[in-house]
């Protein structure tokens, strides 16, 4: 079993729809949790970060967190074509480590 | 600020060669990081630096070394190339303190082809 897992792609949207993705995490000790995006050619940029139970918004991106059922999902609303990208789930460690899911692919159709 | 930036941007080896790729963090930052990036495996751990010392070791084969100067930059070396080495090999720096808060920055990679 992988150590994050993320939804299959990829994920096709129409523009102005919300885009869910969600990540799964397994059973160690876990710190913060990372939304990265990642244009195709480009490196991951950082979108949002997470460390406690519960919804973070940042604009039109909302991140949740679910310790208990080791869950954390990103919400992206009013979806944009500038979207269409790659989206990675990360979660760091108590050792420091950094772990990725092997990505989501999100297009939205204009 | 300056972000995290990676020398040469791109490269061509051929088998059996060595490489080495440089990365010189944000200012501030002490802790790089290492991930190998292939469509099939997606992003892999390879190592973390922070102060010069080798904080943490991802499952590559002693092929892969890395090592970080006082200034924080750091290097990685690959040796004895093979075709499966071809990659995007991306640094991240943050500041590497023991806060949940610290986060990982990313370059812009080194995509290495070996032919």
């Known amino acids: 079993q992988k150590e994050v897992e993320q939804n299959s792609g990829p994920l096709s949207v129409p523009e102005g729809a919300i885009a869910s993705l969600n990540c799964t995490y397994s059973?160690?000790?876990?710190?913060?949790f990372f939304w990265y995006r990642q244009y195709s050619g480009k490196s991951p940029e950082l979108i949002m970060s997470?460390?406690?139970?519960g919804d973070k918004e940042d604009g039109r991106f909302t991140a949740q967190l679910n310790k208990a059922s080791q869950y954390v999902s990103l919400l992206i609303r009013d979806s944009q074509p500038s979207d269409s990208a790659t989206y990675l789930c990360?979660?760091?460690?108590?050792?420091?480590?950094?772990?990725f899911g092997a990505g989501t692919t999100v297009t939205v159709r204009a | 600020k300056a972000g995290v930036t990676q020398t040469p941007r791109y490269l061509i080896k051929t088998r059996g060669q060595q490489v080495t790729l440089s990365c010189s963090p944000i200012?501030?930052?002490?802790?790089v990081s290492w991930y190998q990036q292939t469509p099939g495996q997606g992003l892999q751990f390879l190592f973390e630096?922070?102060?010069?010392?080798?904080?943490n070791k991802g499952n590559f084969p002693g092929r892969f070394s890395g090592r970080q100067f006082s200034n924080s930059r750091s290097e990685m070396n690959v040796s004895t190339l093979e075709l499966g080495d071809s990659a995007l090999y991306l640094c991240?720096?943050?500041?590497?303190?023991?806060?949940?808060?610290?986060?990982?920055?990313f370059g812009p990679g080194t995509r290495l082809t070996v032919l």
């Open positions: 990360a979660v760091k460690w108590s050792d420091y480590k950094l772990s």
């Open positions: 059973d160690r000790v876990s710190q913060s």
């Open positions: 630096y922070f102060s010069e010392t080798q904080r």
């Open positions: 991240a720096s943050s500041p590497g303190l023991a806060a949940i808060t610290d986060t990982q920055y």
């Open positions: 997470i460390y406690s139970n």
């Open positions: 200012s501030g930052h002490r802790s």
